[in-house]
């Protein structure tokens, strides 16, 4: 089974949040095993370009490592040379995934004080080393600190504290000026980490319960901001599962499993920091956890059906991406997806028509648009859906009618202009309108994360200076545009 997170694009002041240990690490050492002499082993050391020999089992898994400052500090004048290596060796010894994040992997060298990490596959089988100095040099020293504090011990109040250094991070990011898209990818990227590590803690849980292995393959997706690679601070969970198809006298046992997965999984995440969906758009609900062919019938008839409440499932469910376990589930529902919504103009149309209840804040002579005196913040914009949600309702809709993958925000724009979809003036705008947003929400929430207030997305226009309200004067219009060209190109009486 596959579990890796899937890669962000992240840019070259966050790239090493996004490397994997894959990328830099060298030839698996010398593997030898435990009654190997102490004579062998330095000579093996001394003809290889490495630094150390991994001691294994009979299955070749790592039980020791001997390196060059064990042989000058243990054994050079100090044992025999026939002495069995098991007896100088150090153990148990630390090991790191290829498929890990490099951040993480430099984060554990720091803390445990390793100059060489031996690197595993998924069976926990040497296939490389780590060295210290490698892993470094691909990053800068201002970054090392971010790192050793978002690499703790495992364990949930350490990765709680992983998401508070996050805001930390974002606001020393933008004091930088980096693009506050790349701060997303980053924020999201980091999130995701944290679900895939608990998933598998979860999984080694049930299966020291007794429980066993999952009785089928799965995939596990996140929705929604986490989809799109747009987290702000703080999200909440949006996320579900497709299982391996098994036969219907089958499913009390299987999804019964499942569900005991997501129960604890679920309640993992809230604790450390991600707050259930008030919608119920999670695992545990039976609507997001399913078989690949009952996924395959939910969302044709969600096509066929085209009711508000359909469409607004598939708003939540078309943006996702595979996180964890088998990323061909994924695939499959995405080109299944992608064939529905170009064979079924009607369920665009559908989705058209309903998101023009999804109006632009931006009204007559250019005044904004804000929320009532009954609303909880009288007199603020809500940037989110009268200014964020418009713009990627609208760039899904064209992705999903020009037979586009991607899910993010500006890979969809970029692919979009690349068909001639979007214009180059539009797009330059558009683009821009995107970084703008992005840095106006993550700047808002920021202030209310340093006032103790939980981060959100009302936003009052005398918080504004006289360029960021022309700014987003602008974006708005922009979104307007936009959405008029849907209209146009998909518009038409609802089937």
Not at 113 to 118: D, E, I, Q, S, V
Not at 155 to 163: A, K
């Amino acid at each position: 089974m596959a579990d890796s997170c899937e890669s962000v694009r992240l840019r070259p002041r966050t790239a090493i949040f996004g490397k994997r240990v894959s990328e830099v690490m060298n030839p698996a050492p010398p593997l030898v095993t435990a009654d190997h002499t102490c004579d062998s082993v330095v000579r093996l050391i001394a003809q290889s370009e490495g630094t150390s020999v991994v001691v294994v089992d009979q299955q070749r898994l790592p039980v020791g490592i001997v390196t060059e400052q064990d042989v000058v500090q243990r054994v050079v004048f100090q044992v025999n040379p026939d002495t069995a290596i098991d007896a100088i060796m150090t153990r148990p010894v630390h090991t790191i995934e290829s498929w890990d994040f490099l951040y993480r992997a430099i984060g554990r060298m720091l803390q445990l004080n390793l100059r060489h990490l031996p690197v595993v596959d998924t069976e926990g089988r040497v296939v490389g080393t780590l060295d210290f100095k490698d892993a470094i040099a691909v990053t800068a020293e201002r970054t090392v600190h971010h790192i050793r504090q978002l690499t703790w011990e495992n364990g949930l109040e350490s990765i709680g504290r992983v998401r508070g250094t996050l805001a930390t991070l974002a606001e020393e990011l933008l004091e930088e000026e980096l693009d506050a898209v790349a701060i997303q990818r980053l924020i999201t990227h980091v999130n995701n980490d944290i679900y895939v590590r608990l998933a598998r803690w979860r999984l080694q849980k049930i299966k020291a319960a007794g429980a066993g292995d999952p009785p089928v393959a799965f995939c596990l997706l996140v929705m929604g901001s986490a989809g799109r690679g747009e987290n702000f601070l703080y999200p909440d969970q949006d996320h579900g599962l497709i299982l391996d198809d098994y036969p219907d006298d089958q499913h009390d046992r299987i999804d019964g499993w499942f569900r005991e997965f997501a129960e604890g999984w679920i309640a993992d995440l809230e604790t450390v920091g991600f707050p259930r969906d008030a919608g119920y758009v999670m695992a545990l609900n039976p609507m997001w956890r399913k078989p690949l062919s009952q996924w395959r019938e939910q969302t044709r008839l969600w096509a066929k059906r085209s009711s508000a409440m359909t469409i607004r499932l598939s708003d939540i469910f078309f943006d996702f991406q595979p996180i964890f376990g088998q990323f061909e589930f994924a695939r499959q529902l995405r080109q299944h997806i992608n064939t529905l919504a170009q064979q079924n103009i009607s369920l665009l149309r559908a989705m058209a028509h309903e998101h023009q209840e999804q109006g632009v804040a931006l009204g007559w002579f250019d005044r904004f648009i804000t929320m009532g005196r009954d609303s909880e913040f009288p007199g603020h914009i809500n940037i989110k859906h009268t200014g964020t949600l418009p713009l990627v309702s609208a760039l899904r809709l064209l992705a999903l009618k020009h037979g586009i993958t991607a899910t993010g925000t500006l890979e969809r724009l970029e692919a979009l202009n690349a068909q001639q979809v979007i214009n180059e003036a539009d797009f330059q705008s558009l683009n821009k309108t995107t970084s703008f947003l992005a840095d106006l929400i993550l700047r808002h929430q920021l202030a209310r994360f340093k006032r103790d207030e939980r981060p959100n997305y009302y936003i009052h226009p005398r918080d504004l200076n006289r360029d960021r309200t022309a700014r987003l004067k602008r974006a708005l219009k922009a979104i307007r545009r936009l959405r008029d060209q849907v209209s146009a190109e998909i518009g038409g009486p609802v089937a």
